[in-house]
């Protein structure tokens, strides 16, 4: 009852939002429930009829008399009310009893067939839109955690709780919640319709069902064991798709394929052993339960046989077993399937319960267009226990062009990362404007700054779509002047359909160089006064780069421009250059100043091809001294 309680008090919230189509889900659940106990009063009725015996309850049924009196009342009213439209022994036949023979059954099984139809419908126009909220709701959620949660995430796993886990709670609530309701009524109805037939009969019969909850219980565990294992085999799965798919060029280059295949079959191999065991155990239900309870309706019959009952209650009571057992494999499914999603529940829960470590303030402070400068005061970051910042201080003054440079590991892509608020500094602070970081909003301080790095992100749109991005809402001329300054239009014209072309998953269609340019077009179309490039060109060829620079420099014009790069000589232009090594600024000062002193940024620019080894023997002593500190040998 717990995982009842807790996938349906989970959907309950989302289901509010629809109550009247559910509660209208619900009232036609309950009318199919009673029309199926109909069924008993008919089959015995024409049986009755038939026969020649009376319609109404035998003394040896009745439980008290002030009761029994009732329903004899009933059941004479309503035998006098049909008695005209059904055959009865002895009597002619005319057309009206025909016609009534005819459309007896008819007439019930199209209200329950009605009442079947529409409450499922109901139902199912519910789920489909409590699942569509709980997608977006899911999506929503993740786009405003912090990179850190991405960070430990595996991909598999995170499409997995939008597609898979909330594919499991709709089937619940489709399946699950109508036939709840629907058979849960059915066996109520048919049992009190029993009781009024026989109690003691009845009653004889419902010593079976406590053998058909037993086997039910104990194979639900089984399933719900072999549902968690076989889900973690899932997700496995789905990770090394994205992987493989991700890395299909490196694949291909080093002849992975043969080993690639491999470990698909061994987690396909794994998560089959678990969903056959899952199989099993939900397959074996439905032979149990009919084994059952045809050893207990053989059981009745015998009982039947031996206190003499009539043949029309008999019949009527045959044919409610027969139907009581029906709701009962169907309650017993929903059992299982409520079994199958509680664990996809726990993970839709933990995700929604999910907190970015990087909040949002309660009261925002306003924060006006970019017009002093950036300001790192103290400024220390970990990654877990790992120092990567140390009490960093920087000045970055409006207008100013400066450069990032260090080794892989100093810490550059973390001040980038700070300065966007993907993470929030371990201690000091970073003011943009005598504003702290922390006090302003992710959009506004966002909204004051382009980025254009190494990695470019170009979506499965078209070419105007990917360039709008940068400012939704943009229009086609800004899309295209944009472009033009990002000197993209040239290659967009040649396109098959020009901007509106497909560029595929990730850009696949376009050069490196044209993805970057595309990048810097959206970087344009942004208008941002702080302007950050992380390894712009790192990838790039020397002519794609040339290319590449040339839309930078034209981008960084009356900008404040943040460069980091690898490429140390794409940092000629800049005003002040500052060298990271271990989080700290180790020196700074202009491209020629840096390269004169023979420090670290000398030595990196020196293995790059870039100055010359200095002839006077303090200068290489202190370049030999440098390199003996970073464990490099300095070039001969």
């Not at 059941?75 to 002619?92: C, F, H, N, Q, Y």
């Not at 400024?379 to 409006?398: D, G, H, M, Q, W």
């Amino acid at each position: 009852m717990n995982n009842w309680r807790h996938v349906f008090g989970f959907a309950a919230v989302y289901m509010r939002r629809y109550q009247r189509r559910l509660a209208l889900a619900i009232v036609l659940g309950v009318l199919f429930g009673l029309s199926n106990a109909s069924f008993v009063w008919a089959t015995k009725t024409l049986i009755s009829r038939l026969s020649g015996e009376s319609a109404v309850s035998s003394p040896a049924s009745r439980v008290s008399a002030p009761f029994n009196s009732r329903v004899e009342t009933l059941s004479r009213t309503v035998d006098k009310w049909i008695d005209p439209w059904l055959p009865l022994k002895g009597r002619e036949l005319d057309w009206r009893m025909t016609m009534g023979c005819i459309l007896f059954l008819p007439v019930l099984v199209m209200i329950r067939s009605s009442a079947d139809f529409f409450s499922s419908y109901c139902m199912g126009w519910v789920s489909e839109r409590v699942i569509n909220d709980l997608r977006c709701d899911v999506l929503n959620k993740l786009s405003k955690l912090s990179l850190d949660f991405f960070n430990r995430s595996a991909t598999g796993d995170l499409l997995t709780r939008i597609t898979g886990d909330t594919a499991s709670l709709q089937r619940a609530m489709r399946i699950g919640a109508a036939d709840l309701v629907k058979e849960s009524l059915t066996l109520v109805s048919v049992f009190g319709a029993l009781l009024l037939i026989d109690p003691m009969l009845t009653l004889f019969g419902a010593i079976f069902l406590p053998a058909c909850i037993a086997p039910l219980l104990i194979l639900s565990r089984k399933l719900t064991w072999a549902m968690v294992h076989a889900w973690k085999a899932g997700i496995a799965q789905s990770n090394q798709l994205v992987e493989f798919f991700a890395g299909i060029r490196v694949v291909k280059a080093f002849g992975l394929e043969e080993e690639q295949m491999a470990r698909f079959q061994a987690q396909s191999k794994r998560q089959l052993r678990h969903g056959m065991k899952g199989v099993k155990a939900k397959e074996l239900v439905n032979p149990i339960i009919e084994v059952i309870s045809m050893i207990g309706i053989g059981a009745l019959i015998i009982y039947v046989f031996a206190t003499h009952r009539s043949v029309s209650n008999l019949a009527g009571f045959l044919t409610g077993m027969i139907m009581i057992f029906i709701p009962i494999k169907k309650l017993a499914a929903v059992h299982l399937i409520i079994q199958q999603t509680s664990p996809s529940v726990d993970r839709l829960v933990k995700t929604l319960q999910e907190e970015p470590s990087v909040k949002e303030p309660v009261n925002p402070k306003p924060l006006k267009p970019f017009q002093t400068g950036l300001v790192f005061s103290d400024v220390t970051f970990s990654y877990e226990s790992k120092p990567v910042l140390n009490n960093l201080n920087l000045v970055i003054a409006r207008g100013c062009r400066l450069g990032v440079a260090g080794e892989s590991g100093s810490g550059k892509s973390t001040l980038v990362n700070l300065l966007f608020r993907f993470y929030d500094p371990t201690s000091g602070s970073i003011t943009i404007d005598g504003r702290d970081l922390r006090d302003v909003s992710g959009r506004d301080l966002r909204n004051q700054m382009a980025l254009v790095s190494q990695e470019v992100v170009l979506f499965n749109q078209t070419v105007a779509e990917n360039i709008a991005y940068g400012r939704p809402g943009a229009t086609r001329d800004e899309v295209e002047l944009a472009a033009r300054n990002a000197f993209a239009d040239g290659f967009i014209s040649q396109l098959p359909q020009g901007y509106d072309t497909e560029v595929g998953e990730r850009g696949v269609t376009l050069s490196g160089g044209q993805r970057q340019r595309i990048s810097i077009a959206r970087a344009f179309i942004r208008n941002a006064p702080i302007l950050v490039l992380d390894e712009a060109t790192g990838a790039l060829d020397s002519q794609s780069e040339a290319e590449v620079q040339a839309s930078i420099e034209r981008l960084a014009e009356n900008r404040t421009v943040i460069c980091v790069a690898h490429r140390l000589s794409t940092l000629a232009t800049c005003d002040r250059i500052i060298t990271l090594m271990e989080g700290r600024i180790v020196e700074q000062g202009t491209f020629s100043e840096l390269l004169q002193n023979g420090g670290l940024f000398a030595l990196m620019a020196w293995k790059q091809g870039i100055g010359s080894l200095p002839g006077t023997a303090p200068l290489a002593h202190r370049r030999q001294t440098a390199a003996s500190d970073h464990g490099v040998n300095p070039p001969r």
